[in-house]
């Protein structure tokens, strides 16, 4: 069974930092897109970083120069640094493997649970 979980969430002020990891387990996701979507309440789940297995980055123009995303593919684990948080960041933070570095959410099959990211001004 394919889990992916993860951690580091949580309650941050305006300026701060947090990161965050996704473990992958039950199959190896050296050789897939692993990404970071959001989702704020009322609103539609979007991208915010991937990473390919050969460590290329794409980032959406909202978290660019300030979020960084990594993968330690013998630990089969993607991580999500985040600085410079503001309150507009504030969501659900989930990630998401695929076979190829898209921005749609639909294109992605496989999804963790979630985590919550709160930024207070």
């Known amino acids: 069974q394919v889990e992916l979980v993860e951690s580091g969430g949580g309650l941050v002020q305006a300026g701060g930092s947090l990161r965050l990891s996704c473990a992958a387990s039950g199959r190896t996701f050296s050789n897939r897109v692993l990404a970071w979507f959001r989702q704020a309440p009322g609103k539609e789940r979007e991208f915010v970083a991937g990473i390919t297995w050969v460590r290329i980055p794409t980032y959406a123009d909202s978290v660019k120069g300030r979020f960084a995303i990594a993968r330690d593919n013998a630990k089969n684990t993607v991580y999500l640094q985040m600085n410079s948080l503001k309150p507009e960041d504030t969501a659900i933070y989930y990630c998401?493997?695929?076979?190829?570095?898209?921005?749609?959410?639909?294109?992605?099959?496989?999804w963790g649970q979630g985590t919550q990211v709160t930024v207070s001004s």
């Open positions: 998401a493997a695929a076979s190829r570095l898209v921005t749609t959410p639909g294109s992605y099959d496989y």
